[in-house]
């Protein structure tokens, strides 16, 4: 399921997973696995990406394997382009299993694993949410905005654990 | 976390949704002259428009097309679709490889799918208690006191999505379907990476039913009473009535469990059930075409699987079943909270089947598919893991499909769940006044039946539970929101 380890021992470099969800049969709600696909085609080390209709309580596993967590989610309403937001651990019960919310998770990983990632919940405002395999112009506009958000500061921390590497 | 906010006349309590009503769990309550409850509601969005959004398809790209539907049962959609479109395709037989590899996926979604319910969701009250503090009933609060649930959740879950990787390929949006066959068996490496783990698998779910069973033996009378009322249930069951998730023969009940119907093929489904709409809802209300409205509606699920089986067909889950028959003292069991139970019962039973399949060697047989001649018209039924799910496409000449009916579990349950609803608010509601205790105790009710809710879109801002008390004339007394 995860390509990384338990997260037993300290990590040389910082380790970084952005875990995009939604349904790309839903429109916007696919926001989340577009922005998966998009970062996956930039290569960068030391950061994996997963897409998922929603998150899941074994997403834990992975979310201990890492330093930094980014959840990516479209948003109903709330900001454009984007919003930005810490997430911190939270146990959180709902009367359905088909939500689990970014702090759930969290709080299993600390609990599971004694793992407590930094860890963002990115929101891409969405508009539209009909049974359509597309993403409206506005979401894409809105995706292309939190994408170059994104990049630099995955880029930033590649560049600390560089300098690191060097000195 | 939920909040409250008094606003307007005294009498009236209301809390805005912050965010548009559709995708919300709605439950409204009202009540008589008398105040007392007479009506309780359940309001949920589901499915609306996706039967439109098939239409035009060609009729070989629906199985994977309606993973869409449900981010918690995609693979129960692909299973289910994929045996229509086997009618569809003129193929009534699959060769073995092709039915038991589909077999291998589909319990293993059942199981993990039934673990994310009942470790997540369900432990919570049942394992802490209704009665412990809210900031502490939850998941985090049930691996403090039993650390090891921790451990059986995530590594059973995770067991089941490595028997969906390893059928379709991948974990999420699998493709091992197509109409008449699969397009890749088991492979050795697969199948003996699955074999290292499955004992373990089998051995954590039986612990686990154990740990439920203490919960219940101490708290007989709730367990028994919470939400509950006779009803009759309905499932699919293999010819030769045992219990079969995969594929089968539609049976009814009556709350005594005499038979209402059985043996019907899926593709007379029509002759036996009748969907009505209801003005309320975006729902539709199925119930049993030979009996009213009021009479012919039906649970399914776990409950209802254990009900209607004559037995299952594995060891292990076979004497659980017999264990767990006994709390119906030789009727049925009709328990609301009894889901729970039954529920794990069925992952044994999922983990025992998967077992036997790995051991099988027509998993890595190599006649694959199946072909035949089109027909105009599919219907299939599988058991999902909250219960019946109905398939029916209607294809042209051209593959095409032109018309597409989906009646999945939380429409078989519509009823069921409304009145499991109304009994909690018979039961715990005094005054007018929706409190956290009552505002729980509906939501331990519904997680029962573990409802899809406009399944897989869950953008930002949308799924809190709202119940609304209303007069007998329909105007808001109070309003409580759970976001």
Known sequence: MSSSGSGASPPRETRVLVLGYGNPGRQDDGLGPAAVAEIESLGLRNLTAFDN????????????????????????TGPSPYSVRVVSPQPIIE???????????????????????????????GYEFEFTEALTSGAKANLSAALAMLTERFRAVQAQATSREAI | MTDIEAVRAPRKIVIDPVTRVEGHGKVTIRLNEAGEVEQARFHIVEFRGFERFIQGRMYWEVPVIVQRLCGICPVSHHLCAAKAMDVVAGVDKLTPTAEKIRRL????????SNALNFFHLASPDLLLGFEAPVARRNIIGVIESFPEVGKWAIFIRKFGQQVIAATGGRRIHPRLCIPGGVNQNLSVENRDALRKDVDQIVKWCCEALELHKSFVRSHEKLHESFASFPSSYMSIVGADGGMDLYDGLLRAIDAGGKP??????????????????????????????????????YRVGPLAQLNCCDFIGTPIAEA????????GRGGLVHATLAYHWARLICMIHCAETVRDLLFDDDLQGTDLVVTGERRPEGIAIVEAPRGTLLHHYEVDDHGQVTSANLIVSTTNNNEAMNRSVKKVAVDYLTGHEITEGLLNHIEVAIRAYDPCLSCATHALGDMPLIVTLEDADGAVIARRLKQ
């Open chain 1, 53 to 76: 209709y929603q998150l899941n309580i074994e997403d834990a596993m992975d979310v201990a394997a890492h330093d930094i967590v980014w959840f990516v989610d479209a948003a109903r």
């Open chain 1, 95 to 125: 009367f359905t299993s088909h939500i689990v919310r970014p702090e759930a998770v969290l709080a299993i990983a600390s609990q599971c694993y004694g793992a407590s990632p930094q860890a963002f919940l990115l929101a891409i405002r």
């Open chain 2, 105 to 112: 996926m589909h319990y293993g979604q059942v199981l993990q």
């Open chain 2, 260 to 297: 209402i119907f059985a043996g019907v093929r899926p593709a007379d489904y029509r002759d036996y059930l009748i969907e009505e709409v209801r003005s309320w809802s975006y729902m539709k209300f199925p119930h049993i075409r030979s009996l009213d409205r009021e009479n012919g509606w």
């Open chain 2, 320 to 327: 659980a079943r017999k264990d767990f028959m006994a709390l």
